[in-house]
């Protein structure tokens, strides 16, 4: 009951290390839908809630440098939609946003605490993404070892 602890704007989820407010874990969850978007049939990143499994896997599986770099990253990262696109990153269009993603990838000359957000972001929305229900029941076709036996195979 978060609505109860008395605590407003903070995260949806406990976190120990990592202080989020509610606007921070909303940017959060927009640029996770960027790198894991929601197409036809398959669920999006925020449909699975990768971005409470990014926060909640930097908060308890990364170093305190990692988790300044990551909190750096993302107050930062609206800061640079505002100067790239003059407008903040939840405000800009898709395709905007998945520009200014693919800058801050290649460029060397960006903000280190930027990169290291971004980098910790991709890497732990696949792992999510990979390793979450839907994946491993509804598009992974999981069959028990040693699989099934075929017998018309044809030996050579």
Do not use: W
């Amino acid at each position: 009951m978060p609505s109860c602890s008395g605590k407003s704007g903070g995260a949806s989820i406990q976190l120990t290390n990592l202080d989020i407010g509610a606007d921070d874990e909303q940017l959060l969850a927009e640029i996770v839908e960027t790198i894991l978007p929601h197409g036809g049939d398959t669920m999006g990143a925020k449909d699975l809630n990768l971005h409470l499994f990014v926060l909640k896997m930097v908060d308890d599986c990364h170093s305190k440098e990692d988790q300044q770099q990551f909190l750096a990253g993302i107050s930062n990262i609206d800061k640079l939609s505002k100067e790239k696109l003059q407008k903040s990153f939840v405000e800009a269009s898709t395709e905007e946003r998945l520009q200014l993603l693919q800058t801050i990838d290649n460029a060397n000359d960006l903000d280190k605490d930027i990169q290291k957000f971004y980098h910790i972001t991709k890497s732990r929305t696949i792992q999510g993404f990979l390793n979450s229900k839907y994946v491993m029941t509804d598009l992974k076709q999981y069959e028990l070892i040693p699989g099934r036996y075929n017998g018309y195979v044809r030996v050579s």
